[in-house]
């Protein structure tokens, strides 16, 4: 069964850091551009961060820009997101997302913060059940 799993979430002071992870099952991420998102209720899905998946690309919203830090670690089939300096309007739950480079090639040098992409004829395929980040004092 192909699954993403992310796990780090918690509660964090402002100003504090966690580090989310995105592991994967049933197949491995070296094919896939990966996506983190994030959602708090009532709110449209927000793209926060993405790496393609030659690892060479990545791109940040600009409300995260400085202050997260996507990577991968292929050898241990998962990706990163170090999330610094959080702020309480960071509060949301963080999803990843997967879309591989054998059906979308354009995803091996790029990478999309939008849930799909290209006038919509491309989409991250795989979810997972997000984790839970809480920044209050």
């Known amino acids: 069964q192909l699954q993403l799993v992310e796990s780090g979430g918690g509660l964090v002071q402002p100003g504090g850091s966690l580090r989310l992870s995105c592991a994967a099952s049933?197949?491995?991420?070296?094919?896939?551009?990966i996506g983190w998102f994030r959602q708090v209720p009532g709110k449209e899905r927000e793209g926060v961060s993405c790496?393609?998946?030659?690892?060479?690309?990545?791109n940040y919203a600009d409300s995260v820009k400085g202050r997260f830090t996507i990577s991968r670690d292929n050898a241990k089939n998962t990706v990163y997101l170090q999330m610094n300096s959080l702020k309480p309007e960071d509060t949301a739950v963080y999803y990843c997302?997967?879309?591989?480079?054998?059906?979308?090639?354009?995803?091996?040098?790029?990478?999309?913060?939008?849930?799909?992409?290209?006038?919509?004829?491309?989409?991250?395929?795989?979810w997972g059940q997000g984790t839970q980040v809480t920044v209050s004092s």
């Open positions: 997302a997967a879309v591989s480079y054998t059906v979308y090639p354009i995803v091996q040098a790029m990478c999309f913060l939008t849930r799909d992409f290209l006038s919509h004829r491309y989409e991250y395929i795989y």
């Open positions: 049933g197949f491995t991420l070296d094919y896939y551009a």
């Open positions: 790496i393609s998946s030659s690892g060479g690309v990545t």
